[in-house]
């Protein structure tokens, strides 16, 4: 290869690079910043204040939506202003109950 080739070959994986190093570090901060979240849900749902646990976790699942424990303290403060959420038993791992007859 010539040197030509091989400078395009080096910029193309420092762009590559650079890339990745972002993704990274705009995840990071999501997950930072979920966290933030998921601290007041929890510091909310321990004095019962299941109306900020709501607006916290939801918060916090816009940010990491696959965390299920999150999903589930939000599904208790539902729970707890008397909201029966339907993922609630699949979070618990009781069978969803139908309502059809």
Do not use: W
């Amino acid at each position: 290869m010539n040197t030509a080739g091989a400078e395009k070959d080096k910029s193309i994986q420092a762009i590559e690079m650079a890339r990745q190093i972002t993704h990274n570090k705009d995840f990071i901060t999501s997950q930072n910043e979920a966290l933030v979240y998921i601290n007041s849900g929890n510091r909310n749902l321990n004095k019962n204040n299941f109306e900020e646990v709501i607006v916290d976790f939801t918060q916090a699942i816009k940010m990491n939506h696959n965390d299920t424990d999150v999903h589930f303290c939000r599904d208790v403060a539902y729970n707890g202003i008397g909201v029966i959420s339907k993922n609630l038993p699949q979070l618990i791992g009781q069978p969803k109950i139908s309502t059809k007859r």
